[in-house]
């Protein structure tokens, strides 16, 4: 089963709207990460939060996390046409487990102008 | 922008026809990934690398084979390639820890 899973699975919001995503995970972390992907395009890294940190941001980005929870959420501010993406999280093991990021099912974002 | 080259971006090609992906990166990482991702969906880890002559099967079983000979250069290969085949493939970098840099990937398309 999956170490991420994004809820929702789509979202379609209008410009200027805040965009929110969340992921759960299943066992513990050294990190997780979110990333963009365009349509046919390959992943593009957004951010980063460690396990031991609660609440980050990025420009109009903010990530939280909660390990109690097994939980992350982004959230994107102002939303603009130029946001319409699938967003991804992804969960790195560290050294407890494997080396390698687990991604989740990702969440379609549909910004309308 | 990643310095991480894919080719080709996009490949038809015939049932039983033997392929290779080619992945270039110009940064020096150690690790080098393949990530197999059909359209819409997440993405499965078929192979992972931490150095050169280090090859690892992922947690997606993939008929496809890697090789690491120089640290620049991570080629996916396929002997014959199926229908089945026929998916998106990533090639993506990193240092010790942290953000993956990705490729712009390699659409297959088996007839």
């Known amino acids: 089963s999956q170490q991420g899973e994004e809820d929702p699975q789509a979202l379609s919001i209008q410009e200027g709207e805040n965009a929110t995503m969340n992921c759960s995970y299943k066992?513990?972390?050294?990190?997780l990460q979110w990333y963009r992907q365009n349509s046919g395009r390959g992943l593009v890294h957004l951010i980063l939060?460690?396990?031991?940190?609660r609440e980050k941001h990025s420009g109009r980005l903010r990530v939280t996390l909660d390990t109690s929870k097994k939980s992350s959420s982004l959230l994107i501010t102002a939303s603009r046409a130029a946001d319409t993406a699938s967003y991804f999280c992804?969960?790195?093991?560290?050294?407890?487990?494997?080396?390698?990021?687990?991604f989740g099912s990702g969440t379609r974002l549909q910004v309308q102008p | 922008e990643a310095d991480i080259y894919q080719t080709p971006r996009y490949l038809v090609i015939g049932t039983g026809k033997k392929i290779t992906l080619e992945c270039s990166q110009t940064?020096?990482?150690?690790?080098m990934y393949w990530y197999q991702q059909d359209p819409g969906m997440e993405l499965h880890l078929i192979h992972y690398?931490?150095?050169?002559?280090?090859?690892e099967k992922g947690d997606l079983s993939s008929e496809s084979t890697v090789s690491r000979i120089r640290t620049e250069h991570f080629p996916l290969t396929l002997e014959s390639a199926r229908p089945s085949h026929t998916s998106q493939y990533l090639c993506a970098s990193s240092e010790v820890a942290g953000e993956l840099f990705f490729g712009e990937g390699s659409r297959l398309t088996v007839l």
């Open positions: 940064m020096g990482h150690d690790k």
């Open positions: 066992t513990s972390i050294n990190n």
């Open positions: 690398s931490y150095g050169v002559n280090s090859t």
């Open positions: 992804a969960t790195d093991l560290g050294d407890t487990g494997r080396r390698a990021l687990t």
């Open positions: 939060i460690r396990s031991n940190e």
